[in-house]
Nanobody, 124 residues
Framework: QVHVRESGGGMVQAGSSLRLSCAAS????????MGWFRQAPGKERETLAT????????FVQFSLSDRFTISKDNAENTVYLQMKRLKPEDTAVYYC?????????????????WGQGTQVTVSS
């Protein structure tokens, strides 16, 4: 199986940028779809962005597409979530996850390897 670990969260002011990283380890020789998700207190988990193994196909939640970008570095087995112009409503725990396969999905239930999450707090 593959293990994923997020990093790069923190406390920032509104309007700032952050880049989250997700490092994969373990059976990284297999193909995985990678995704970023978040969950704010009292709210359901939401899918932010996903990317296929080759990095040629990406999805970003439409409402975030002008501020969030997903990318990956296969040589480093790392996926990134670049976030710009952060808002207080972006405050949440951000999770990285992996789903086995060479295809593509935005369905969070397909992702079976999850990280512990990294907290992002945006102050006004």
């Amino acid at each position: 199986q593959v293990h994923v670990r997020e990093s790069g969260g923190g406390m920032v002011q509104a309007g700032s940028s952050l880049r989250l990283s997700c490092a994969a380890s373990g059976r990284t020789a297999r193909a995985y779809i990678m995704g970023w998700f978040r969950q704010a207190p009292g709210k359901e988990r939401e899918t932010l962005a996903t990317i296929n193994w080759s990095g040629t196909h990406t999805f970003v939640q439409f409402s975030l597409s002008d501020r969030f970008t997903i990318s990956k570095d296969n040589a480093e087995n790392t996926v990134y979530l670049q976030m710009k112009r952060l808002k207080p409503e972006d405050t949440a725990v951000y999770y990285c996850a992996a789903a086995e396969g060479t295809g593509f999905t935005t369905d969070a239930t397909r992702f079976n390897y999850w990280g512990q999450g990294t907290q992002v707090t945006v102050s006004s």
